[in-house]
C-alpha cells in the first residue's frame, strides 16, 4: 500500500471510520471528482451522503443526531475525503469544526437543541468572518448590527465564504459596539431566509467545486436568542475555534498530499524509460523517498495537535505549525508528483495536476501561512520576551 498509516494510536472506532469515510471517498465522491471540478459544482449526492454517511455531525452527541466520535475523528475524514477530492474534504471540514463546533462549545442549550440536530441531518453550514477589507485583519471587519427591541439588524458583506452557495444556516460576525474596537465584534447565527444574499460566486485555481461567494446583508431581522457566546464575546469564538479550525486545514493539506503520491508512485514503477521502470533510477527513488518523509512529518504535526486539543492541552503554536507546514509540503509533493509522471501528469485525466491546483489554497484560507508563523512567534517571544 502507498498509504501506510504508521501512527498506531488510532482507537478502533476511529480505524473504523477511517475505512468507512475512505469507501465513501472512492465510491460516491470518486467518480464525480473532475466533473465538479470542471463545472465548479458541488454534486448534490455528494452532499447528500455526507450527511447520510454520519460525516456532519461527526463530533455531535448523539442526542443532536450525531455521531459523538472524537476530534481526531473529524481529522480522520477530512484527511480521508482529501486523498480523494480536497473540495469535499473542505466542504466537511468548514462544516464540522467551524460551524457545528461553535455550537457546540459555546452554544446554549436551547441553541444546541435547535440548531445541531438540523445541522447533522441535512443543512449546510458557513461561516461567515472574512470581508473585502478585513482578511488577514479580520478583527477590522465592517459589518455592523444594531440593536432593534428583541431583535438586531444586521448591515454589511463577506467575502469568501466557503459552502454559501449551498449553505442554509450562518454564523455571522459583526460588530455591535465598534467604540469598543475588536471587542465589539458578536457571533449571530441565522437561517439563509433572513434576506442573506449571494452578491458573486468566485471561479478559481483550485478547490473548485467547494463554492466560495460574496454575501450581501441588508437589514437582516435576527433575534436576539440567536447570538453565540455572548455580546462583545465574537473574537474570540472566531480565533478559538479557527485554532481547531486549522489542524483540519493540516489534516486537508495531508490528505491532498497522499492523494497526489497514491496516484504518482505507482505509475512510475508501471512505466519504463531506458529499459527500466522510471521510479527505480536514483534520481527518482530519492525523491519519491524525501516526499514520503515529508508527508510522514505533517501526519505527525497534524495528529499530534489533533490529540493535544483532545486531551484539553494547548494545541495554539502545534495547530499553526501543522497547518503551515502541511501546506508548504502539499504544494511540494503535489508538484512533484506531476513531474514523476512526465507528460501525463501535465494532462487532466490523471487527477494529479487538480491536487497541485488545489493545493495554493492551504496556505491562504485559515489564515494566510504568514499568520501561522505570526502566530508561532508571538508564542515562542511570550515564553522568552
Ligand atoms: N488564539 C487565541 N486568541 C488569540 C489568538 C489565537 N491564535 N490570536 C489573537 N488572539 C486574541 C488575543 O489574545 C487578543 O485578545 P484579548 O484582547 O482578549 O487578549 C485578541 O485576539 C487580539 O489579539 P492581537 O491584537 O494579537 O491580534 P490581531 O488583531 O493582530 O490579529 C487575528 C488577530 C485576526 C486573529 C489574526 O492573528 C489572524 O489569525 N488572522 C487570520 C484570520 C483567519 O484565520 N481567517 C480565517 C477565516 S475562516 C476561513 O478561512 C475558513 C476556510 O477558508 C475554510
Ligand atoms: P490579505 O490579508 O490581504 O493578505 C495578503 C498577503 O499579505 C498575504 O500573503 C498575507 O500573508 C500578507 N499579510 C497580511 N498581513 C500580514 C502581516 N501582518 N504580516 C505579514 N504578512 C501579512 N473566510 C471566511 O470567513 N470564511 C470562509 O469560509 C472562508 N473561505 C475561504 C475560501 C477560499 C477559497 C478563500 C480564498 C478564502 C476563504 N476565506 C474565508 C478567507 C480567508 O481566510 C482569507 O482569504 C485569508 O484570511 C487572507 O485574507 P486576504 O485574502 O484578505 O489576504
Same mark, same amino acid.
Not at 325 to 335: D, K, N
Given at each position: 500500500?502507498?498509504?501506510?498509516?504508521?501512527?498506531?494510536?488510532?482507537?478502533?472506532?476511529?480505524?473504523?471510520?477511517?475505512?468507512?469515510?475512505?469507501?465513501?471517498?472512492?465510491?460516491? &465522491?470518486?467518480?464525480?471528482?473532475? $466533473? *465538479?471540478?470542471?463545472?465548479?459544482?458541488?454534486?448534490?449526492?455528494?452532499?447528500?451522503?455526507?450527511?447520510? #454517511?454520519?460525516? *456532519?455531525?461527526?463530533?455531535?452527541?448523539?442526542?443532536?443526531?450525531?455521531?459523538?466520535?472524537?476530534?481526531?475523528?473529524?481529522?480522520?475524514?477530512?484527511? $480521508?475525503?482529501?486523498? &480523494?477530492?480536497?473540495? &469535499?474534504?473542505?466542504?466537511?471540514?468548514?462544516?464540522?469544526?467551524?460551524?457545528?463546533?461553535?455550537?457546540?462549545?459555546?452554544?446554549?442549550?436551547?441553541?444546541?437543541?435547535?440548531?445541531?440536530?438540523?445541522?447533522?441531518?441535512?443543512?449546510?453550514?458557513?461561516?461567515?468572518?472574512?470581508?473585502?477589507?478585513?482578511?488577514?485583519?479580520?478583527?477590522?471587519?465592517?459589518?455592523?448590527?444594531?440593536?432593534?427591541?428583541?431583535?438586531? /439588524?444586521?448591515?454589511?458583506?463577506? *467575502?469568501?465564504?466557503?459552502?454559501?452557495?449551498?449553505?442554509?444556516?450562518?454564523?455571522?460576525?459583526?460588530?455591535?459596539?465598534?467604540?469598543?474596537?475588536?471587542?465589539?465584534?458578536?457571533?449571530?447565527?441565522?437561517?439563509?431566509? =433572513?434576506?442573506?444574499?449571494?452578491?458573486?460566486?468566485?471561479?478559481?485555481? %483550485?478547490?473548485?467545486?467547494?463554492?466560495?461567494?460574496? @454575501?450581501?446583508?441588508?437589514? @437582516?431581522?435576527?433575534?436576539?436568542?440567536?447570538?453565540?457566546?455572548?455580546?462583545?464575546?465574537?473574537?474570540?469564538?472566531?480565533?478559538?475555534?479557527?485554532?481547531?479550525?486549522?489542524?483540519? /486545514?493540516?489534516? #486537508?493539506?495531508?490528505?491532498?498530499?497522499?492523494?497526489?503520491?497514491?496516484?504518482?508512485?505507482?505509475?512510475?514503477?508501471?512505466?519504463?524509460?531506458?529499459?527500466?521502470?522510471?521510479?527505480?533510477?536514483?534520481?527518482?527513488?530519492?525523491?519519491?523517498?524525501?516526499?514520503?518523509? $515529508? /508527508?510522514?512529518? /505533517?501526519?505527525?504535526?497534524?495528529?499530534?495537535?489533533?490529540?493535544?486539543?483532545?486531551?484539553?492541552?494547548?494545541?495554539?503554536?502545534?495547530?499553526?505549525?501543522?497547518?503551515?507546514?502541511?501546506?508548504?509540503?502539499?504544494?511540494?509533493?503535489?508538484? #512533484?508528483?506531476?513531474?514523476?509522471? %512526465?507528460? =501525463?501528469?501535465?494532462?487532466?485525466?490523471?487527477?494529479?495536476?487538480?491536487?497541485?491546483?488545489?493545493?495554493?489554497?492551504?496556505?491562504?484560507? $485559515?489564515?494566510?501561512?504568514?499568520?501561522?508563523?505570526?502566530?508561532?512567534?508571538?508564542?515562542?517571544?511570550? #515564553?522568552?520576551?
Amino acid at each position: 500500500s502507498f498509504s501506510p498509516n504508521s501512527l498506531d494510536t488510532f482507537t478502533e472506532e476511529e480505524e473504523m471510520l477511517r475505512e468507512s469515510v475512505k469507501r465513501f471517498a472512492t465510491e460516491v &465522491v470518486g467518480p464525480k471528482v473532475r $466533473e *465538479m471540478d470542471e463545472k465548479e459544482n458541488m454534486a448534490p449526492e455528494v452532499i447528500k451522503g455526507l450527511f447520510e #454517511q454520519g460525516l *456532519m455531525g461527526i463530533e455531535t452527541s448523539a442526542d443532536h443526531g450525531g455521531a459523538e466520535s472524537s476530534f481526531t475523528s473529524a481529522i480522520i475524514a477530512i484527511e $480521508e475525503l482529501a486523498k &480523494v477530492d480536497p473540495s &469535499v474534504s473542505v466542504m466537511c471540514d468548514v462544516h464540522n469544526t467551524l460551524v457545528n463546533t461553535i455550537l457546540r462549545k459555546y452554544g446554549t442549550k436551547e441553541q444546541q437543541d435547535k440548531w445541531l440536530p438540523q445541522l447533522s441531518q441535512d443543512k449546510l453550514g458557513s461561516f461567515c468572518l472574512s470581508e473585502s477589507a478585513a482578511g488577514s485583519d479580520a478583527f477590522a471587519l465592517q459589518t455592523r448590527a444594531k440593536k432593534d427591541g428583541d431583535h438586531w /439588524i444586521i448591515n454589511g458583506s463577506k *467575502m469568501w465564504i466557503t459552502n454559501s452557495y449551498e449553505a442554509e444556516i450562518f454564523l455571522i460576525f459583526a460588530n455591535v459596539d465598534p467604540s469598543k474596537g475588536y471587542k465589539g465584534i458578536t457571533c449571530f447565527i441565522t437561517t439563509k431566509d =433572513v434576506g442573506i444574499k449571494i452578491a458573486k460566486k468566485e471561479e478559481k485555481l %483550485g478547490i473548485r467545486a467547494s463554492s466560495t461567494c460574496s @454575501l450581501n446583508f441588508d437589514d @437582516l431581522r435576527i433575534p436576539a436568542e440567536n447570538i453565540i457566546g455572548g455580546e462583545g464575546n465574537g473574537y474570540k469564538v472566531a480565533i478559538e475555534i479557527l485554532n481547531e479550525g486549522r489542524i483540519g /486545514i493540516a489534516a #486537508q493539506m495531508l490528505g491532498l498530499a497522499q492523494g497526489a503520491f497514491d496516484k504518482a508512485v505507482p505509475y512510475t514503477y508501471q512505466r519504463t524509460q531506458f529499459g527500466q521502470p522510471v521510479g527505480t533510477f536514483q534520481g527518482m527513488a530519492f525523491q519519491i523517498a524525501q516526499a514520503a518523509v $515529508e /508527508i510522514e512529518s /505533517i501526519r505527525l504535526l497534524t495528529y499530534n495537535a489533533a490529540r493535544r486539543k483532545e486531551e484539553g492541552k494547548s494545541f495554539t503554536k502545534e495547530a499553526a505549525m501543522a497547518k503551515y507546514w502541511a501546506s508548504v509540503i502539499a504544494q511540494r509533493v503535489s508538484g #512533484q508528483a506531476i513531474e514523476w509522471a %512526465g507528460g =501525463v501528469g501535465f494532462t487532466r485525466e490523471t487527477g494529479i495536476e487538480k491536487f497541485w491546483r488545489d493545493s495554493k489554497i492551504g496556505a491562504i484560507y $485559515e489564515g494566510t501561512s504568514n499568520i501561522q508563523l505570526q502566530t508561532i512567534a508571538k508564542i515562542i517571544q511570550k #515564553q522568552h520576551l
